[in-house]
């Protein structure tokens, strides 16, 4: 079946810092998401990708749809303690259908 | 403009009782889908429902699980004679029916604990 990686699985990282986080697959997919998981909550939209090749930013997150359309990453700058959570990359498997979730990457940000 | 709407948000049943989870998707969208999360996993699709209709459920399990989302009111996730190893985290997730069908939006969730 089809599956989605995320890396790195944790990060550990100072106030301030920059942060690049990536999702691979072995298949083509023609939308990649990302969401914001915090706990006891339910994922949140960050950013929803399109077209092989776009860069899309939405405040200090930026994120991009590989041109071969197997990988996506997302990079958060200058990051502060609300940025704590988990992200998540899913892919639709098929048009308008079921969202294939990788395990996610946890963030921490030490203040 | 209200997002994805679950309730209730935990709830607690004993091993052989039913629990039935509720998902109001956004206002204009009209494909619902169903996800579970264990603790330290991604979510893992269940159903996808239309109005009246089942489009996937290649992830719900054989028995004891149904969804419907009627022309009226609610999508309604049932889970009957609930034991231990239902216990997770429900999402329910929105999409449109036009422009960027495949974009989900989840609601909060449903804790289901069962004792």
């Known amino acids: 079946g089809q599956q989605l990686n995320q890396s790195p699985q944790s990060m550990f990282i100072q106030e301030g810092e920059d942060v690049s986080m990536n999702c691979t697959s072995s298949s083509i997919f023609n939308t990649w998401l990302w969401y914001k998981q915090d706990p006891g909550e339910g994922p949140v939209l960050l950013i929803a990708?399109?077209?092989?090749?776009e860069l899309t930013s939405n405040g200090r997150l930026t994120a991009q749809f590989g041109i071969t359309r197997k990988d996506s990453f997302l990079n958060i700058s200058a990051s502060i303690p609300s940025d704590v959570g988990i992200y998540f990359c899913p892919a639709p498997y098929n048009q308008g259908g079921k969202l294939i979730f990788g395990q996610g990457t946890e963030l921490s940000v030490k203040p | 403009n209200a997002g994805v709407m679950q309730n209730p948000r935990h709830l607690v049943r004993r091993r052989g009782q039913e629990a039935r989870l509720r998902c109001s998707p956004m206002k204009g969208h009209s494909h619902v889908y169903w996800y579970r999360q264990l603790p330290e996993e991604g979510l893992k699709f269940m159903v996808y429902?239309?109005?009246?209709?089942?489009?996937?459920e290649s992830g719900m399990p054989k028995e004891r699980f149904s969804a419907e989302f009627p022309k009226e009111g609610p999508s309604i996730l049932r889970i009957q004679q609930v034991v231990r190893g239902d216990s997770a985290a429900y999402f329910c997730?929105?999409?449109?029916?036009?422009?960027?069908?495949?974009?989900?939006?989840f609601g909060p969730g449903t804790r289901l604990t069962v004792l």
């Open positions: 990708l399109y077209k092989a090749g």
């Open positions: 429902l239309q109005k009246e209709n089942i489009i996937d």
């Open positions: 997730a929105s999409s449109p029916l036009s422009g960027h069908t495949d974009t989900q939006y």
